[in-house]
């Protein structure tokens, strides 16, 4: 099976930035394919949030909260999403999650999930 595991995380003051990264495995000798990747978050006591989707071919949707301030990317060849956080307030700390699809999917569900990194903003 897949396994994302991101990277990145951590303490910074408002207006700070980090750079968060999620890269897909399979165990050695494994081939696999990853289409559509994502990133969503979670604050306590709050729901998971949708923040940022990338599709292979470079088309990104971003959540309105998140807009101007946070980029997706990825690396195919590699299989490793990134998500540069800009502008960083209070109300973005959370946990943020990882999420892939397998390639050709046509499902809105993500089939792998990352255990989280926590990004916290200070005020």
């Known amino acids: 099976q897949v396994q994302l595991v991101e990277s990145g995380g951590g303490l910074v003051q408002a207006g700070g930035s980090l750079g968060l990264s999620c890269a897909a495995s399979a165990a050695s000798g494994s081939i696999f394919d990853i289409g559509v990747m994502g990133w969503s978050r979670q604050a306590p006591g709050k729901q998971r949030e949708f923040v940022a989707t990338i599709t292979r071919g470079g088309r990104t949707n971003y959540a309105d909260s998140v807009k101007g301030r946070f980029t997706i990317s990825r690396d195919n060849t590699k299989n490793i999403v990134y998500l540069q956080l800009n502008s960083l307030k209070p109300e973005d700390t959370a946990v943020y999650y990882c999420?892939?699809?397998?390639?050709?999917?046509?499902?809105?569900?993500?089939?792998?999930w990352g255990q989280g990194t926590q990004v916290t903003v200070s005020s």
């Open positions: 999420n892939a699809r397998k390639s050709g999917s046509a499902s809105y569900t993500p089939n792998y």
